[in-house]
């Protein structure tokens, strides 16, 4: 899953970058609300961290654009400001959690897991392609009833074939879904872990249209 970070702060944006990215999170961070909008129209993504403090437009002037936009990406607010004015304004813009500075790691990582869960209790949060069973939530993947323990990037590429199953996703399109921003992209990283995902699953499981892209059957 690929997260939005917003947060001025070097040493805390840092740090976050790092830490969500040992969680197996994919992580692109700006360091200002000027070019979040653009952003967003831009790359899709399934959360946004998003700091009130920011140079050029303010965090909660971003939140209220964005809401404007009728764009329902969950949204969790990151703030220095501890009182409750600022927590019911917040909330009322349109956030969907509020983590007060300074915040223990752990709390974040189960408040991300919450918001997740919530961006898909309307639907089945698993899913299920030719044996495979995949939880985005809790990270899970089983194959023909055993657990499977994949990389961060295996998992990556599986879930984004699984959820266009039956449509060919081009490697651009599963580069984008396993590199964050400043990371070089290498010449064969998507053709090396198909073939660790085809040993795991078995050779038919992935199909190949050169020049197109991968595909799992539906």
């Known amino acids: 899953m690929r997260i939005l970070l917003v947060e001025d702060d ?6 976050l ?13 700006l360091r200002s609300g000027d070019p979040v909008r653009a952003t967003l129209g831009a790359t899709p993504y399934d959360l946004l961290i998003l700091d009130l403090g920011l140079p050029g437009i303010p965090g909660m002037q971003v939140l209220r654009q964005l809401r404007a936009d009728k764009h329902q990406l969950p949204v969790l607010l990151l703030t220095a400001r501890n009182t409750l004015a600022d927590k ?30 919530r961006k898909t209790e309307h639907k089945s949060t698993q899913l299920q392609v030719a044996g495979i069973t995949l939880d985005p939530v809790d990270r899970l993947v089983s194959f023909e009833d055993e657990q499977l323990d994949l990389t961060a990037r ?65």
């Open 10 to 15: 070097s040493q805390l944006g840092e740090s």
């Open 154 to 218: 295996e998992y990556a590429i599986l879930e984004i074939l699984m959820r266009n199953a039956g449509r060919f996703v081009s490697r651009a399109r599963l580069e984008e879904g396993i590199y964050s921003w400043g990371e070089e992209v290498g010449s064969n990283t998507v053709e090396v872990y198909i073939s660790r995902l085809r040993k795991r699953f078995g050779g038919e499981m992935i199909e190949t249209m050169r020049g197109v892209g991968y595909r799992i059957p539906s």
């Open 17 to 29: 970058e790092a830490a969500l990215r040992l969680e197996q999170y994919a992580v692109d961070w």
């Open 88 to 117: 019911v304004d917040g909330l009322d813009s349109g956030a969907d959690d509020f983590l007060t500075k300074p915040f223990e790691m752990d709390e974040l990582f189960a408040r991300i897991r919450s918001l997740l869960r």
